[in-house]
């Protein structure tokens, strides 16, 4: 059973700096894509960055050029490294994972439990 444990989120001031990881448990599969998606309070969960199997990125505009996100395929990881954070950046972070089993064609979606991540002003 796959699951995605994610890690270090928290509390810290604006202008601070946070890296979230997700780690993909068990064995027998790659990750095609990585995604980070959050969720504030009354809003829909949004895409906030993703990475392909290339290792190539792509951010919604209002992260660009403070988040980055990158993967270890060795280590079935992502992280995201949040710089400059805003209050508006508060929200529940989630990761999200296309799986593809080791022998199989199929793509699996998996998502992380949820990661609290706030920005005090």
């Known amino acids: 059973q796959v699951q995605l444990v994610e890690s270090g989120g928290g509390l810290v001031q604006a202008g601070g700096s946070l890296r979230l990881s997700c780690a993909a448990s068990?064995?027998?599969?790659?990750?095609?894509?990585w995604g980070w998606y959050r969720q504030a309070p009354g809003e829909q969960r949004d895409l906030v960055a993703g990475i392909t199997s290339e290792g190539r990125p792509i951010y919604v505009d209002s992260v660009k050029g403070r988040f980055t996100i990158s993967r270890d395929n060795a280590k079935n990881t992502v992280y995201l490294q949040m710089n400059n954070l805003k209050f508006e950046d508060t929200a529940v972070y989630y990761c999200?994972?296309?799986?593809?089993?080791?022998?199989?064609?199929?793509?699996?979606?998996?998502w992380g439990q949820g990661i609290q991540v706030t920005v005090s002003s």
């Open positions: 999200n994972a296309d799986l593809v089993p080791n022998g199989d064609l199929r793509v699996y979606d998996y």
């Open positions: 068990g064995s027998g599969f790659r990750v095609k894509t």
